[in-house]
């Protein structure tokens, strides 16, 4: 198994750009979800998705965009990026019926 | 609103001593609590706790919960250069919506 898989690692955006994160998993977990990590802030939730064609909010959705089309893969979308959005992009999935999450390595997003 | 807070935030100690990771929590609908190691990449699982009184303990890291005080401890004895991290704390909401909020993380850094 993979696992849980992201790209890409590291990105650099402008101002007003769009782009799509790429998560992938390969456990068939029902739950997927995203979280930002900013210095001093731990992790913060963006989305989450249940199941395919089901997703839902997070603290901090503003200026993103999920979809959930089948149960591995759970692409986050910025629709115009902006510098408040740099930061390290984390994905995780966990099985419905248990706790432990597993996480993504991550995507290092900085935009000018 | 839920809210999950560690301390310290940092924390720097020599090899060999003992320390001790805090974590307290006001979250509706308590599931578990989980502690997760952050080494400049994905998170890893450490443990998962959810009955109070009950110690989780792997080599020299241990942990413990108080449901009734909303209070969980992360200890490390004999501490390595190898523990230095973010130690993140992150309690699990019941549901199917369940929602994984965490912490702040504690920075431990251990000099030789």
């Known amino acids: 198994n993979a696992g849980v898989t992201q790209t890409p690692k590291f990105q650099v955006l402008k101002t007003g750009q769009s782009m799509t994160l790429q998560c992938a998993q390969d456990?068939?977990?029902?739950?997927m979800s995203w979280y930002r990590q900013d210095p001093g802030m731990g992790l913060r939730l963006i989305h989450y998705?249940?199941?395919?064609?089901?997703?839902d909010q997070g603290e901090v959705p503003n200026g993103y965009n999920v979809s959930r089309s089948t149960t591995e893969d759970f692409p986050l979308r910025l629709l115009s990026a902006a510098p408040s959005q740099t930061s390290v992009y984390f994905c995780?999935?966990?099985?419905?019926?248990?706790?432990?999450?597993?996480f993504g390595p991550g995507t290092r997003l900085t935009v000018l | 609103e839920d809210k999950v807070v560690q301390s310290p935030l940092s924390l720097v100690v020599h090899e060999g001593d003992t320390v001790t990771l805090n974590c307290s929590y006001e979250v509706t609908n308590f599931r578990s609590l989980l502690w997760y190691k952050q080494e400049k990449k994905a998170p890893t699982f450490l443990f998962m706790l959810?009955?109070?009184?009950i110690e989780k303990k792997s080599g020299r890291l241990s942990s413990i919960l108080d449901k009734k005080e909303l209070f969980s401890i992360l200890n490390i004895t004999a501490t390595q250069t190898g523990d230095s991290a973010v130690y993140l704390c992150a309690v699990l909401s019941s549901g199917n919506t369940g929602k994984l909020i965490f912490g702040q993380g504690t920075t431990l850094q251990v000099k030789p």
């Open positions: 998705s249940v199941g395919a064609g089901i997703t």
């Open positions: 959810t009955s109070s009184g």
């Open positions: 456990m068939n977990h029902e739950y």
């Open positions: 995780a999935s966990r099985d419905q019926g248990r706790d432990t999450q597993y």
